[in-house]
Every structure is written in structure tokens, then in C-alpha cells.
């Protein structure tokens, strides 16, 4: 990729967090997990992992959380930290307009909350989560090459 695309910063919701009266880490909440996907699944650039080589370490080690990781990158998302790979997946699946992370999201963990920014992070909301990820992953690999909206 050769513009750096934006997938999303926490502190594009900081204002809708504190009318709801959350703390700051819900601003996050919803972004992490695709973070920790991208992470656990090899999808992050080499950037990504020779300059967060430490702090990435570090949270593998479990010394730190995966919003402190996250804080490391300034609680940003960006396509300069995600592989060519995980970049072509990254535009069709999280798109928040067009694709179906935010959909799968709050299928999966809102529920009756009043938002998305409501949903607690844990180990196993994020694991149900992994769930739906990984089954749209498959989808869009055997479908890759193929316009984005004909994945789902």
C-alpha cells in the first residue's frame, strides 16, 4: 500500500465514551480485537513488528495487556502496521461502512448493551469474537481476488 490508510483511532469516540460515562478504554474496546487477531495471525508488517519489537514482546510474555500494546501505537490502527495480506483483508472485512466487522461485533458481544462502545474486553468475548473472524477470513481467502462486495 502506498497511502496510509486510517482504520481507525480511539480518540475519534473519546467524546461519545464520556457522554456515556466509560471509561477511556471502551474507546478501544471494539478495536483491539481485530489488533490481537491481526497479531496473533501474522498479518502485521514488518514495521510493526521490528518497531514494536519490545512492547510486542512483551505483551506475547503477557507483561502487558493488549491495550497497552495498542497505547504503544498511540491507540491507532493504521495500514502502515498491517501486512499486504492482512491489509487486503483488513479494507473488505473492517471497513466500518461496507463490511461486516461491526455487524459480526455486535451480534456477537452487544447484544442488549446500549452501544458497542458499552461491551467489556475480556479474554472471552474476544474469543467468541476470533470465532466469527476467523470464519469471515476463510470466507475471504477462498473468495480472494474477487470484488469486495461479493464476499458476503
Given at each position: 500500500m502506498t497511502d496510509t490508510h486510517v482504520y481507525d483511532k480511539a480518540k475519534y469516540h473519546y467524546e461519545t465514551i464520556s457522554q456515556a460515562g466509560l471509561p477511556d478504554a471502551h474507546a478501544s474496546n471494539h478495536i483491539v480485537p481485530v489488533f490481537?487477531?491481526?497479531?496473533?495471525?501474522?498479518?502485521?508488517?514488518?514495521?510493526?513488528?521490528?518497531?514494536?519489537?519490545?512492547?510486542?514482546?512483551?505483551?506475547?510474555?503477557?507483561?502487558?495487556?493488549?491495550?497497552?500494546?495498542f497505547e504503544w501505537w498511540d491507540t491507532c490502527l493504521i495500514s502502515d502496521m498491517i501486512s499486504d495480506q492482512g491489509n487486503e483483508f483488513a479494507m473488505a472485512y473492517f471497513d466500518y461502512d461496507r463490511g461486516q466487522y461491526l455487524k459480526?461485533?455486535?451480534?456477537?458481544?452487544?447484544?442488549?448493551?446500549?452501544?458497542?462502545?458499552?461491551?467489556?474486553?475480556?479474554?472471552?468475548?474476544?474469543?467468541?469474537?476470533?470465532?466469527?473472524?476467523?470464519?469471515?477470513y476463510r470466507q475471504w481467502s477462498a473468495k480472494k481476488g474477487k470484488p469486495w462486495w461479493r464476499f458476503w
Open positions: 490481537r487477531w491481526l497479531i496473533e495471525n501474522d498479518l502485521m508488517s514488518e514495521f510493526f513488528t521490528s518497531e514494536g519489537r519490545e512492547p510486542l514482546e512483551r505483551y506475547r510474555a503477557g507483561e502487558v495487556s493488549i491495550h497497552e500494546l459480526d461485533y455486535q451480534r456477537t458481544l452487544v447484544g442488549n448493551l446500549p452501544s458497542e462502545f458499552h461491551v467489556v474486553y475480556s479474554n472471552s468475548n474476544y474469543a467468541k469474537l476470533k470465532r466469527a473472524i476467523d470464519c469471515r
